[in-house]
């Protein structure tokens, strides 16, 4: 590993250690929901459910570039980036993360974040159709982003890389579907 990449590993592991020794108690168990609510998109595709609901056509419209952008994004983090980085899952008990804040360990790799960059995914992409639901999507990621190293299953850097991933996704798909919109 080069000299910038080691300084960026220990600089990662030095702010997760920081975030895990941190006293939040009145924070953990909403983190922790948060974090569980995103599983299996679970917490956008209710968003979509709603925004298609009431959001007449561009509702709908939102909607589906949001989880057409998640597919595009878990595509690119599950089946390309986490199979050539390997990164290993953080090691919870050595920086001792609150048993309050705990949820379930992934099986995959750390990085990148696939949370971080389906939540970052659907707010992008509903942003090209509702931009002003997107600023309120966009908070919405950033704390499902924040709560996966919060409750010690991912360094910063794999949240932050997958939330770029995710924001490009965002910004490529409705382009893309556009496209097949009006040919």
């Known amino acids: 590993m080069n000299r ?7 600089l990662d592991r030095a702010v997760y250690e920081a975030v895990a020794g941190a006293e939040t108690p009145s924070l953990d168990g909403a983190l922790r929901r948060v974090s569980d609510a995103a599983n299996r998109s679970v917490l956008w595709i209710g968003f979509a459910g709603a925004l298609a ?7 709908r419209t939102a909607a589906v570039d949001g989880l057409v952008s998640i597919a595009v994004a878990s595509a690119v983090v599950n089946l390309g980036a986490k199979q050539v ?10 920086a001792e993360v609150r048993s309050k804040r705990l949820v379930r360990m992934p099986g ?8 971080s960059a389906s939540a970052f995914a659907f707010a992008e992409g509903v942003s090209a ?11 919405a990621a950033a704390t499902v982003a924040y709560s996966r190293v919060h409750t010690g299953v991912h360094y910063p850097g794999d949240v ?18 556009d496209r097949v919109r009006h040919p």
Request: aromatic fraction near 4%; proline fraction near 8%.
């Open 4 to 10: 910038p990449m080691e300084e960026l590993t220990r």
């Open 53 to 59: 609901a009431v959001g007449g056509r561009r509702g």
């Open 85 to 94: 980085a390997r990164r290993r899952r953080p090691d919870r008990a050595a």
């Open 108 to 115: 995959s790799t750390s990085f990148p974040s696939g949370h």
């Open 129 to 139: 159709t509702l931009p002003w639901v997107g600023a309120s999507l966009r908070v």
């Open 160 to 177: 932050v890389v997958g939330a770029l991933i995710g924001m490009a996704a965002g910004e490529l798909t409705p382009r893309g579907i």
